[in-house]
Structures are given as C-alpha cells and as structure tokens.
C-alpha cells in the first residue's frame, strides 16, 4: 500500500551533474530520498556491500529496467523493479531478502518525480517482504540518458520443497497460466499512442512471491517450472520451455484468457496478445495429477480468478507450440521475432 509521504525541502529541484560526484550534494540526495524512505539496520551503515545471512540453497537474479514512460497506469518504472526481480526469483522457487538498488539518473530529473518513484519503491518492498541493503547512484549528462534507469538485483532462499527445473517436464504436464494476458504491454502502448479506453486499462506489475511459495509449499516437486512471461509475452516463454524440454507444447485459444478491453486495444495497434509483455503473470507447468487442485488454489488468490489450464506438453510435434484455434484449426506458434514493444521494462 502506497503511503504519501511530503517531499523534504531541499536547495534543488532537478538532478545535476554534481549529484553523481560523490560528494556534498550526492551525500544530500541519498540522505533526504533513498536514506530517509528506505532505511534499515543494513542500509542504514551506508558501505559499499551488505553483510547478511541466509539459510539453505540460494538464488540470485538481476536486471535493469528502462521502461518509457516512466509512469502509467498501475505503477512506475520504481515498482515495476522491485517486483520484477522479485519474481525472477519467485521462479526459481525464492524467497527474496535482499536487494540491491542502483540509479541512472539523467540530469534535469525532476526531484518531485525522483521522489515519486522513490515512495513507490519503498511500496512495492513492503509489500514483498525484501530489504534494500546496498546500491549505487550514477548521474548522467542530459540527453545521455532518459530521466531514470534502474538496475536491482536480488537474492533470496530456495523453498526446501522446489524442484525447478526444464529436466523435470514430462508429456502429460499441464500449462498454467495465472491470470489475462497483455495488460502491461497495452497499458504502455497506450500511453505512447494516446489511447483512451471506456475502462481504464491498467498494468499488473505486483509481487508474485507470497502466492508462488504457497503453491510450492503445497504441491513441491509436482510444480516442474515456473515461469514469468514478460518480454516476447506468453508465446515466447512456451516457445523456449518447448526446445529447452525437447518437447512439443499445445495450447487452446479458447482457454487462453484476455479481457475484452485488452483485446480490442490490441486489435486497435496490430498485436497478438500472445506477444504482448506481462509484469504480474505466470506460467507454471506441473503434474497432470495435481493440476486441478493447483489451479483451485489459484484461484483462492486475490489475482487468480482468470487462472486457467491453458494446454498440456506432449512429445509430439517436438519442440515446437501449436495452437488450437476457436473454429477448430492449428496453427504454429513461433517465437517472436524482432522486438515488437521496445523500451517495455
């Protein structure tokens, strides 16, 4: 939950180059935004690195988040790069702890806006359960950059009952798809192309750690992958299980959910939900024993009620994915080529 907090009167009101210095004025724009939001015991000591400790098998992922524009409906570039690493270790069946937050920040940034993503980032934590324990800042030249670009990286302790992994995948597994498809994708398109709609499209960037633990806790090594379809959409991520098990995956459109509003949008700019990227979506392939259960308790989530079994792995056509269309048809379904949405996360 996003709590409002007044920006601190401070002797600037935009980024400059004297901000990335290390000195003086870097010192005031740490302590009065990223100190003051988001301080802890491990933070607080402001070294370089972070000391902790952590139980067990260890999971680590990073990345970089260069979003245009940086807010839209449903979050900003901050929240989206908490959650989005979150997840990344969600998949790998983690539970994330620790973050690392680094800024790109271009001269002539807004403070007002800084802050705001700031205030969002502290949000998006606290509901995540992750400390931000170390980072970095960096200020660049104007028109070297685009106002802010954000690197995280996490780790995070393995659940003792995950068994992720593209060896685990067998013919007769069910593909499960935890929500619609494209929202964030359309959400951003729609900005850059001053789209409106009759009910506000919004992105589904949120933490998908709490829910994919349960379901782990519950099901253990029934669940054999999980994964987020962010980038390339949906039809990209079955695309690369399907050659990386050296299996054929198929799918059924009718089974496949999109709202009605993403789907017209969709329609209106020439895309294929397919492709389209997600940021609060997964896909999870587990045992056919346990895939109705699994999606039951899907659905208990306060996201799952559009959770569906949207296809099955089989070792025909191998490594390839087939869609079954409404009328009755099939048709491949290739990995996307080329980058149909740039600048997404």
Same mark, same amino acid.
């Given at each position: ?6 920006i601190p009167?401070l002797d600037?009101?935009t ?9 003086v004025?870097?010192?005031?724009l ?8 988001? /301080?802890?015991d491990?933070l *607080?000591?402001?070294h370089? $690195?972070?000391i902790?400790? =952590?139980q067990g098998k260890? +999971? ?6 260069v979003?245009?524009?940086?807010f839209?409906e /449903?979050g900003?570039?901050? *929240?989206l790069a908490?959650? $989005?690493t979150?997840?990344? =270790?969600a998949m790998?069946g +983690?539970?994330?702890r ?11 940034l ?6 705001e993503?700031?205030?969002h980032?502290k949000?998006a934590s606290?509901?995540?359960?992750v400390?931000i324990v170390?980072?970095?800042t ?11 670009f954000?690197?995280?990286t ?16 067998k013919?007769?597994d069910?593909?499960v798809l935890?929500?619609p ?5 359309i959400?951003i398109m729609?900005?850059?192309?001053g789209?409106?709609?009759e009910t506000?499209?919004?992105s ?5 750690n709490?829910i994919v633990?349960?379901?782990i ?22 695309n690369?299980?399907?050659v990386?098990?050296g299996?054929g995956?198929t ?11 993403v789907?017209g ?8 939900p397919?492709?389209v990227a ?8 587990v ?7 699994f ?7 306060e996201?799952?009620?559009m959770?569906c079994?949207?296809?099955e ?15 009755g048809?099939?048709r ?10 740039p600048?997404?996360c």
């Amino acid at each position: 939950m996003l709590v409002s907090c007044p920006i601190p009167k401070l002797d600037f009101d935009t980024i400059n180059l004297g901000h990335g210095s290390g000195g003086v004025l870097t010192s005031q724009l740490l302590d009065a935004g990223v100190f003051r939001l988001l /301080g802890n015991d491990l933070l *607080d000591k402001k070294h370089d $690195g972070a000391i902790f400790t =952590l139980q067990g098998k260890v +999971a680590m992922s990073t990345d970089t988040y260069v979003v245009s524009p940086l807010f839209f409906e /449903g979050g900003n570039i901050g *929240d989206l790069a908490i959650n $989005g690493t979150v997840n990344d =270790l969600a998949m790998c069946g +983690a539970a994330a702890r620790y973050l690392s937050l680094a800024f790109v920040l271009e001269e002539g940034l807004k403070m007002e806006q800084f802050w705001e993503i700031l205030q969002h980032i502290k949000a998006a934590s606290e509901a995540a359960g992750v400390q931000i324990v170390t980072g970095d800042t960096k200020v660049v030249e104007r028109g070297k950059g685009d106002k802010i670009f954000i690197n995280t990286t996490g780790v995070g302790e393995v659940h003792q009952k995950a068994a992720i992994g593209m060896e685990n995948i067998k013919p007769g597994d069910k593909i499960v798809l935890s929500g619609p498809l494209a929202r964030h994708g359309i959400t951003i398109m729609s900005h850059r192309q001053g789209l409106q709609f009759e009910t506000t499209i919004s992105s589904d960037t949120r933490p998908l750690n709490k829910i994919v633990l349960t379901l782990i806790n519950e099901f253990g090594k029934d669940i054999h992958l999980l994964r987020d379809p962010t980038r390339g959409g949906l039809a990209t991520v079955l695309n690369e299980i399907a050659v990386g098990a050296g299996l054929g995956i198929t799918i059924s459109q009718r089974d496949i959910p999109v709202e009605e509003e993403v789907y017209g949008a969709c329609e209106m700019l020439g895309l294929d939900p397919l492709y389209v990227a997600n940021e609060g979506l997964f896909v999870a392939i587990v045992d056919a024993s346990v895939s109705d259960q699994f999606l039951f308790q899907l659905k208990q989530w306060e996201h799952g009620a559009m959770a569906c079994i949207v296809g099955e792995v089989t070792n025909e056509h191998v490594r390839q994915v087939l869609m079954k269309s409404n009328i009755g048809g099939r048709r491949v379904v290739n990995m996307l080529a080329g980058e149909q949405l740039p600048r997404i996360c």
